[in-house]
């Protein structure tokens, strides 16, 4: 089953509005979460790293204030796109992996929640 | 930044046949990891292959790694229809403990 969740699974808001997404991780805890975007027929760019406890570390050209991000706790981090735009619009993605030894964590897989489409009218 | 380069970039092929996808990198890794994605949905963790490994199998996918060439390959044996999915390669480089760089996907279509 599923060890990440996502959720909504699709939004559509007017522009101007702010829209959260949350990340959880289902059974186990993640001090790292990975907030990733894609476009159509494309791959996934990442966006921004999660950290627990601490500021997110963002990607060069995403801009920290366009897009909140909050891991307050060690199953959960959000994604909040502010005052949203058509230009927004895009299937968000979030994944984490299970704790690992740090000398293992380059062996460890990513789990994915099933993204969030959103739409910005 | 995206550094993987994977070919085809579509690939439709009859059910029962192999499925053979293409990765290319730039940078040294740690391992490689091929992903899949259903339309629409998170992507699955198919196969990693260690830097120090040349070819791994899991069921009916077999992944081979030649770090000479940075590359990559996953064939599919034996495709099924609900094969049809988008296929990433994501690599771990050496100086990067945490990130997966992702590369361009192959849209594979197996029809019945």
């Known amino acids: 089953g599923a060890v990440v969740s996502q959720h909504p699974s699709r939004v559509i808001c007017k522009s101007g509005t702010s829209v959260k997404i949350e990340c959880r991780s289902l059974?186990?805890?993640?001090?790292?979460m990975f907030w990733y975007r894609q476009f159509p027929k494309q791959s996934l760019m990442l966006m921004a790293t999660s950290n627990e406890g601490s500021k997110a570390t963002y990607e060069q050209g995403v801009e920290k204030d366009k897009f909140l991000i909050n891991h307050a706790s060690l199953t959960l981090s959000t994604l909040t796109v502010t005052s949203a735009h058509p230009e927004d619009s895009s299937f968000y993605i979030c994944?984490?992996?299970?704790?690992?030894?740090?000398?293992?964590?380059?062996?460890?897989?990513?789990?994915f929640g099933n993204g969030t489409r959103l739409t910005v009218t | 930044s995206q550094q993987g380069e994977e070919d085809p970039q579509a690939l439709s092929i009859q059910e029962g046949e192999n499925a053979t996808m293409n990765c290319s990198y730039k940078t040294s890794i740690n391992n490689l990891q091929w992903y899949r994605q259903n339309s629409g949905r998170g992507l699955v963790h198919l196969i990693l292959?260690?830097?120090?490994?040349r070819e791994k199998h899991s069921g009916r996918l077999r992944v081979t790694l030649d770090t000479s060439k940075k590359s990559s390959s996953l064939l599919i044996t034996a495709s099924r229809a609900a094969d049809t999915a988008s296929y990433f390669c994501a690599t771990a480089d050496s100086g990067s403990a945490r990130q997966l760089t992702f590369g361009s996907g192959t849209q594979l279509t197996v029809l019945p």
């Open positions: 994944s984490a992996r299970r704790p690992v030894a740090s000398r293992f964590r380059h062996n460890s897989p990513l789990h």
């Open positions: 292959i260690r830097s120090n490994e």
């Open positions: 059974d186990f805890q993640a001090t790292t």
